[in-house]
C-alpha cells in the first residue's frame, strides 16, 4: 500500500518579477515502511519535495495523498493536524523551543494532542524513552541554549518519533551530528521503520545515510531523474553499502 | 493550557527587555486610568451630591408652557414660564411615594435701580427661607447681616452680587446695622472706602409677563455666599417669596384681597388721578377659582394684606427624592401623574434643568476620559508595536511549533496568554498605585477657588475616590486595552507558517 502519492507536482515561487520552477511535475509513490533517500544537488528541489510531502507547503499543481488522503484541499486546521498525527519533521537546522528543557521540548507535540488520551506521566514516560533513544538521558533538564548543535539535533529527531508518525521526513538530518552519533540514530530508525513500519524520508548528501536506504530517489532542476534501489545507486556512486547499525548500537550522549 | 501558560511565562522571563517596557506601559496606563476614574468619578459624585443635594434637588418641575429645560442658568437671564394652577401641581407633588419632599420658589431677573440712572441687573430665587434652608442643607452662609425668617422681607445679596453692583454702579450693599467691615471689602472697595456709596437697601424692578413693570425698594437683610460652588451660584440672591411676587407683579387669584373703606381707597391710590374720577378705585378680583389665570392676573394691581404663598405663583418647584437613584423613573412617572391631574407643568432631571453647567461638567468629563483613551491608545500603540515585533523575531519558534502540530489558536493563545499575564501583573500594580494615589490626593483635601477647577472637583475641595465599580470599569478597561494592543500581534502570529521559519534558516 503507497503511504505516499504524488502525481504531477508542480511548485512554484514568486521571486520579485520572475517565477522559480522548484518543481517541475513530480510523480512519486513511496510504500508504508519504506526508507527512502531523496538525492540531489542544491536547489534541485529536495526540501521542497519534502515540504509538500510534510504538509508544511502545498503546490502550485498536481495532487498529494497521504495515507490515501488528498491533501491539496485542506485547510490549515487538517494539514496541521497532519503533521501532528500522521508526519514527524526533523528539520535541517534543528528547531527546538528554547524555553522548554530538553524533555518538555520532545513531549510537546504530544501535549498538542488532545485525542492521545495519555496522562501527563504517561507522556512524560513515552518522552523519556525517545531520550534515553537518542542518548540524552542526563541532559534531560537542560534547556537547548545548554545543549550543542548534534545534541539538539537529536532532541528533534526524539521529538519527531515520539507520536509514533506514520511518516518520518529529515532533511539532512544527520548533518550536525559526528559519524558515531549519526549511525546510532539512523540504526534507532532503522528499527523503528522495521518493527513500526514507519515510513522514513531522508533528504542527504551523505553516503553513510544512503547506505540505510532501500530506495534512492535522485532529483534535478525539480524533477525525478531517477528512482532506483540504495545497493545499486551506491554501486554506480562507487560507494560499498555496508550498513553499520553495530558499530553505534549504544548512541553516546555527549556534547559535541 | 497549562503548557501555553508555561510556555507564555517562560517567553516573558526570557524576552524580560520586552516584557518590562510592555509592562510599564501598561502600569502608567492603568496607573492613569484609575486616577482619571477616581477624577470623574468624583466630579460626577461631587457634582451630582452638591447640586442635587444643595441646589436643584433631582427633579425641577416647571410650567408645561416653559419651553426649554434648562432653567437655572437660562440665557441672558430669560423669565422662566409662571407654573399654572400650582394647587394642582402640589396636590401631585404631594400624592407621590417616591418624593421625599419639594420646594416651590419664584425665579427671575430684575433691574437694579439708580438714581444717577445706572442699571444693573440681579438674578434673584424668591422663597420662604426657611424652608429653603432645610430643603438645601444650610448652603447659604451668612456673610453680613442676618438670614430671613420664613415670614421676614427683604432680600440676602451674594457677594458675588454685591461686588458686580459695586463694579457696575459704584455703591456698596451693607446690610441695615452692620458696620462697614474690611475684610469683606472688594480691593476696589477698599482703596476707595473713605468714599464708599454705602446703601441699605436696593431699588429693583420686575418684568412682568405682560410687560408691565414695577419696582420696589427691598431693605438689604444680609450677605450671603453658597457654601458649595459659589463660584457658579454667585449671582443668585435671594429674597422672600412675597415681595418676590410683587417687583414681577405675580398675583394670583388665591390672593387674600381686602376690602378698602371708600374713603382710604382714594388716599391709597393717590397717584392714580384717572381713578380720583371712577367709581372704585380697588378693582375686584375674582376669588372664585382656585386655578391661576395667568393672562386674566398678571400685571394687576391689587391691595393686599397678605399672600397665601403656599398656594401662589411659582416659576419653579425644587424636588428631591426618596430614591436619588431613580430620577428618570421619577421623572416619567411625575410627568404621567401631571398629565393625568391635567396640571401644566413638567418635570426634567436636574441635569436638564441646569443647563450650561451640566455641559460644562459633561464636556470636563469628556476631557478627562478623553485623556484617558489618549493614554490607552498611545499604549496599545507601543505595545501593539513591541509585541508584532516579537512575533516578527520569534518566526523561527513559531514556525517550529506550527510544524510539530501546534494550530494557530495555539499560538495566539501563547501571545494572548504572554500579554495577559503581563497587563494581569503590570496593569494590577497600575491600579493599585493609582488607588494609592486617589487616596492621598483624597486626604490632601487640596481647594481650589477657580471654577473650572471646582467642576472638576466636584465641589470647593478636590477628593478624588474610587468605589467598586471603578476598579471594575478599570480592570475591564485594562482587559480591553490587553485584548486590542494583542490583535494585531495575534494576526501576525498566526500568520507565520512552517515554511517561514524554514525559508528564514
Given at each position: 500500500?503507497?503511504?505516499?502519492?504524488?502525481?504531477?507536482?508542480?511548485?512554484?515561487?514568486?521571486?520579485?518579477?520572475?517565477?522559480?520552477h522548484a518543481?517541475?511535475?513530480?510523480?512519486?509513490?513511496?510504500?508504508?515502511?519504506?526508507f527512502?533517500?531523496?538525492?540531489?544537488?542544491?536547489?534541485?528541489?529536495?526540501?521542497?519535495?519534502?515540504?509538500?510531502?510534510?504538509?508544511?507547503?502545498?503546490?502550485?499543481?498536481?495532487?498529494v495523498?497521504?495515507?490515501?488522503?488528498?491533501?491539496?484541499?485542506?485547510?490549515?486546521?487538517?494539514?496541521?493536524?497532519?503533521?501532528?498525527?500522521?508526519?514527524?519533521?526533523i528539520?535541517?537546522?534543528?528547531?527546538?523551543?528554547?524555553?522548554?528543557?530538553?524533555?518538555?521540548?520532545?513531549?510537546?507535540?504530544?501535549?498538542?494532542?488532545?485525542e492521545?488520551?495519555?496522562?501527563?506521566?504517561?507522556i512524560?514516560?513515552?518522552?523519556?524513552?525517545?531520550?534515553?533513544?537518542?542518548?540524552?538521558?542526563?541532559?534531560?533538564?537542560?534547556?537547548?541554549a545548554?545543549?550543542?548543535?548534534?545534541q539538539?539535533?537529536?532532541?528533534?529527531i526524539?521529538?519527531?518519533?515520539?507520536?509514533?508518525?506514520?511518516?518520518?521526513?529529515?532533511?539532512?538530518?544527520?548533518?550536525n551530528?559526528?559519524?558515531e552519533?549519526?549511525?546510532?540514530?539512523?540504526?534507532?530508525?532503522?528499527?523503528?521503520?522495521?518493527?513500526?513500519?514507519?515510513?522514513?524520508?531522508?533528504?542527504?548528501?551523505?553516503?553513510?545515510?544512503?547506505?540505510y536506504?532501500?530506495?534512492?530517489?535522485?532529483?534535478?532542476?525539480?524533477?525525478?531523474?531517477d528512482?532506483?534501489?540504495?545497493?545499486?545507486?551506491?554501486?554506480?556512486?562507487?560507494?560499498?553499502?555496508?550498513?553499520?547499525?553495530?558499530?553505534?548500537?549504544?548512541?553516546?550522549?555527549?556534547?559535541? | 493550557m497549562?503548557?501555553?501558560?508555561?510556555?507564555?511565562?517562560?517567553?516573558?522571563?526570557?524576552?524580560?527587555?520586552?516584557?518590562?517596557?510592555?509592562?510599564?506601559?501598561?502600569?502608567?496606563?492603568?496607573?492613569?486610568?484609575?486616577?482619571?476614574?477616581?477624577?470623574?468619578?468624583?466630579?460626577?459624585?461631587?457634582?451630582?451630591?452638591?447640586?442635587m443635594?444643595?441646589?436643584?434637588?433631582?427633579?425641577?418641575?416647571?410650567?408645561?408652557r416653559?419651553?426649554?429645560d434648562?432653567?437655572?442658568?437660562?440665557?441672558?437671564?430669560?423669565?422662566?414660564?409662571?407654573?399654572?394652577g400650582?394647587?394642582?401641581?402640589?396636590?401631585?407633588?404631594?400624592?407621590?411615594?417616591?418624593?421625599?419632599?419639594?420646594?416651590?420658589?419664584?425665579?427671575?431677573?430684575?433691574?437694579?435701580?439708580?438714581?444717577?440712572?445706572?442699571?444693573?441687573?440681579?438674578?434673584?430665587?424668591?422663597?420662604?427661607?426657611?424652608?429653603?434652608?432645610?430643603?438645601?442643607?444650610?448652603?447659604?452662609?451668612?456673610?453680613?447681616?442676618?438670614?430671613?425668617?420664613?415670614?421676614?422681607?427683604?432680600?440676602?445679596?451674594?457677594?458675588?452680587?454685591?461686588?458686580?453692583?459695586y463694579?457696575?454702579?459704584?455703591?456698596?450693599?451693607?446690610?441695615?446695622?452692620?458696620?462697614?467691615?474690611?475684610?469683606?471689602?472688594?480691593?476696589?472697595?477698599l482703596?476707595?472706602?473713605?468714599?464708599?456709596d454705602?446703601?441699605?437697601?436696593?431699588?429693583?424692578?420686575?418684568?412682568?409677563?405682560?410687560?408691565?413693570?414695577?419696582?420696589?425698594?427691598?431693605?438689604?437683610?444680609?450677605?450671603?455666599?453658597y457654601?458649595?460652588?459659589?463660584?457658579?451660584?454667585k449671582?443668585?440672591?435671594?429674597?422672600?417669596?412675597?415681595?418676590?411676587?410683587?417687583?414681577?407683579?405675580?398675583?394670583?387669584?388665591?390672593?387674600?384681597?381686602?376690602e378698602?373703606?371708600?374713603?382710604?381707597?382714594?388716599?391709597?391710590?393717590?397717584?392714580?388721578?384717572d381713578?380720583?374720577?371712577?367709581?372704585?378705585?380697588?378693582?375686584?378680583?375674582?376669588?372664585?377659582?382656585?386655578?391661576?389665570?395667568?393672562?386674566?392676573?398678571?400685571?394687576?394691581?391689587?391691595?393686599?394684606?397678605?399672600?397665601?404663598?403656599?398656594?401662589?405663583?411659582?416659576?419653579?418647584?425644587?424636588?428631591?427624592?426618596k430614591?436619588?437613584?431613580?430620577?428618570?423613573?421619577?421623572a416619567?412617572?411625575?410627568?404621567?401623574?401631571?398629565?393625568?391631574?391635567?396640571?401644566?407643568?413638567?418635570?426634567?432631571?436636574?441635569?436638564?434643568?441646569?443647563?450650561?453647567?451640566?455641559?460644562?461638567?459633561?464636556?470636563?468629563?469628556?476631557?478627562?476620559?478623553?485623556?484617558?483613551?489618549?493614554?490607552?491608545?498611545?499604549?496599545?500603540?507601543?505595545?501593539?508595536n513591541?509585541?508584532?515585533?516579537?512575533?516578527?523575531?520569534?518566526?523561527?519558534?513559531?514556525?517550529?511549533?506550527?510544524?510539530v502540530?501546534?494550530?494557530?489558536?495555539?499560538?495566539?493563545?501563547?501571545?494572548?496568554?504572554?500579554?495577559?499575564i503581563?497587563?494581569?501583573?503590570?496593569?494590577?500594580?497600575?491600579?493599585?498605585?493609582?488607588?494609592?494615589?486617589v487616596?492621598?490626593?483624597?486626604?490632601?483635601?487640596?481647594?481650589?477657588?477657580?471654577?473650572?477647577?471646582?467642576?472638576?472637583?466636584?465641589?470647593?475641595?478636590?477628593?478624588?475616590?474610587?468605589?467598586?465599580m471603578?476598579?471594575?470599569?478599570?480592570?475591564?478597561?485594562?482587559?480591553?486595552?490587553?485584548?486590542?494592543?494583542?490583535?494585531?500581534?495575534?494576526?501576525?502570529?498566526?500568520?507565520?507558517?512552517?515554511?517561514?521559519?524554514?525559508?528564514?534558516?
Amino acid at each position: 500500500m503507497n503511504i505516499i502519492e504524488m502525481k504531477n507536482i508542480k511548485k512554484d515561487y514568486p521571486l520579485g518579477e520572475t517565477v522559480v520552477h522548484a518543481l517541475r511535475g513530480i510523480d512519486l509513490s513511496v510504500e508504508e515502511g519504506g526508507f527512502i533517500s531523496i538525492v540531489g544537488p542544491s536547489g534541485s528541489g529536495k526540501t521542497t519535495l519534502l515540504n509538500l510531502i510534510g504538509c508544511i507547503d502545498t503546490p502550485t499543481e498536481g495532487s498529494v495523498k497521504i495515507g490515501g488522503e488528498e491533501i491539496t484541499t485542506l485547510d490549515d486546521t487538517d494539514l496541521t493536524n497532519i503533521r501532528l498525527f500522521k508526519v514527524g519533521f526533523i528539520f535541517q537546522t534543528f528547531n527546538l523551543i528554547p524555553v522548554l528543557n530538553l524533555i518538555e521540548n520532545v513531549e510537546f507535540p504530544l501535549l498538542l494532542m488532545k485525542e492521545n488520551r495519555l496522562t501527563k506521566e504517561e507522556i512524560r514516560e513515552r518522552a523519556r524513552q525517545c531520550v534515553e533513544e537518542v542518548g540524552l538521558k542526563e541532559f534531560i533538564d537542560h534547556r537547548p541554549a545548554e545543549l550543542s548543535g548534534g545534541q539538539r539535533q537529536r532532541v528533534a529527531i526524539a521529538r519527531a518519533l515520539v507520536t509514533k508518525p506514520q511518516i518520518v521526513l529529515a532533511d539532512e538530518p544527520t548533518a550536525n551530528l559526528d559519524s558515531e552519533t549519526g549511525a546510532s540514530i539512523l540504526t534507532l530508525m532503522k528499527q523503528l521503520n522495521k518493527t513500526e513500519k514507519t515510513t522514513f524520508i531522508f533528504s542527504t548528501h551523505d553516503p553513510d545515510v544512503l547506505k540505510y536506504a532501500t530506495d534512492v530517489v535522485k532529483i534535478r532542476d525539480g524533477l525525478i531523474v531517477d528512482k532506483t534501489d540504495s545497493s545499486k545507486y551506491l554501486r554506480q556512486s562507487g560507494v560499498r553499502k555496508k550498513p553499520g547499525p553495530a558499530k553505534a548500537a549504544s548512541p553516546a550522549g555527549r556534547r559535541k | 493550557m497549562g503548557l501555553i501558560i508555561k510556555i507564555a511565562w517562560r517567553n516573558i522571563q526570557r524576552h524580560r527587555g520586552k516584557s518590562l517596557v510592555v509592562g510599564i506601559i501598561l502600569f502608567l496606563g492603568a496607573m492613569v486610568m484609575t486616577i482619571g476614574n477616581g477624577v470623574v468619578s468624583a466630579m460626577e459624585k461631587g457634582l451630582k451630591e452638591n447640586i442635587m443635594n444643595r441646589f436643584t434637588g433631582q427633579i425641577v418641575v416647571m410650567s408645561s408652557r416653559q419651553e426649554q429645560d434648562n432653567v437655572i442658568f437660562t440665557p441672558l437671564g430669560k423669565d422662566v414660564e409662571v407654573i399654572a394652577g400650582f394647587d394642582k401641581v402640589k396636590k401631585v407633588l404631594s400624592s407621590q411615594d417616591c418624593i421625599a419632599k419639594f420646594l416651590p420658589v419664584g425665579k427671575g431677573l430684575t433691574l437694579i435701580l439708580n438714581d444717577n440712572g445706572d442699571v444693573g441687573y440681579a438674578l434673584v430665587l424668591g422663597v420662604r427661607f426657611e424652608d429653603y434652608q432645610k430643603m438645601f442643607k444650610n448652603n447659604i452662609q451668612l456673610v453680613e447681616g442676618k438670614l430671613l425668617g420664613n415670614e421676614d422681607r427683604g432680600i440676602l445679596v451674594s457677594s458675588g452680587s454685591r461686588k458686580r453692583v459695586y463694579d457696575e454702579q459704584d455703591f456698596w450693599l451693607q446690610p441695615e446695622g452692620v458696620p462697614l467691615d474690611e475684610k469683606t471689602l472688594t480691593p476696589e472697595a477698599l482703596a476707595n472706602k473713605g468714599r464708599l456709596d454705602v446703601r441699605n437697601s436696593i431699588v429693583m424692578m420686575g418684568t412682568s409677563q405682560e410687560n408691565t413693570t414695577m419696582d420696589i425698594r427691598m431693605n438689604v437683610t444680609g450677605i450671603i455666599r453658597y457654601s458649595y460652588l459659589n463660584e457658579f451660584w454667585k449671582n443668585f440672591n435671594l429674597m422672600d417669596i412675597e415681595s418676590f411676587r410683587e417687583v414681577f407683579n405675580y398675583v394670583t387669584a388665591n390672593d387674600v384681597v381686602t376690602e378698602v373703606p371708600k374713603d382710604k381707597q382714594k388716599l391709597l391710590d393717590r397717584d392714580n388721578f384717572d381713578s380720583l374720577f371712577g367709581d372704585s378705585v380697588v378693582e375686584k378680583v375674582d376669588t372664585g377659582t382656585k386655578n391661576y389665570d395667568v393672562s386674566k392676573l398678571m400685571g394687576r394691581r391689587v391691595v393686599r394684606k397678605k399672600v397665601s404663598v403656599d398656594s401662589g405663583a411659582y416659576n419653579l418647584i425644587f424636588v428631591k427624592l426618596k430614591d436619588p437613584g431613580a430620577i428618570n423613573s421619577s421623572a416619567e412617572k411625575l410627568n404621567r401623574a401631571f398629565a393625568a391631574a391635567g396640571a401644566e407643568a413638567r418635570a426634567v432631571p436636574w441635569k436638564k434643568a441646569i443647563g450650561q453647567l451640566g455641559d460644562i461638567a459633561m464636556i470636563m468629563r469628556g476631557a478627562t476620559i478623553g485623556f484617558v483613551m489618549l493614554i490607552f491608545f498611545v499604549a496599545i500603540i507601543i505595545i501593539m508595536n513591541t509585541l508584532s515585533m516579537a512575533a516578527l523575531e520569534r518566526v523561527s519558534e513559531i514556525g517550529m511549533m506550527r510544524a510539530v502540530g501546534a494550530q494557530k489558536s495555539f499560538i495566539a493563545g501563547m501571545f494572548l496568554a504572554e500579554t495577559a499575564i503581563i497587563s494581569f501583573v503590570s496593569g494590577g500594580a497600575g491600579i493599585i498605585a493609582g488607588a494609592v494615589t486617589v487616596a492621598v490626593l483624597n486626604s490632601l483635601g487640596i481647594t481650589s477657588e477657580n471654577h473650572i477647577l471646582q467642576l472638576l472637583f466636584g465641589g470647593d475641595v478636590f477628593r478624588p475616590a474610587l468605589d467598586g465599580m471603578d476598579i471594575v470599569i478599570g480592570v475591564v478597561e485594562l482587559a480591553l486595552v490587553t485584548v486590542l494592543a494583542t490583535l494585531y500581534p495575534l494576526k501576525v502570529a498566526r500568520r507565520i507558517t512552517p515554511l517561514d521559519a524554514i525559508m528564514r534558516d
